[in-house]
């Protein structure tokens, strides 16, 4: 388990630290899924940059056609 030996060095309140460490694992399993909402919108943004460099691309030969 996540943390035995920290677990192990407490005195009191044993089942308040696992379920601490399982909140932490929590978050960290979904941050390393990308289920951060941080990551989505990195995700989401380089998507979003990709698309516009595309079209301006697109749009910057248009222009050439037609001058």
Excluded: P
């Excluded at 929590?26 to 998507?47: A, M, P």
């Amino acid at each position: 388990m996540l943390g035995d030996t920290f677990v192990a060095a407490c005195d009191i309140d044993k089942e308040v630290v696992k379920s601490e460490l399982a909140v932490v694992k929590q978050r960290w399993d979904k941050l390393n899924n990308g289920e951060h909402y941080s990551v989505r919108g990195t995700k989401k943004f380089s998507s979003v940059s990709s698309w516009c460099m595309t079209t301006h691309s697109a749009l910057t030969h248009l222009q050439i056609l037609f001058n």
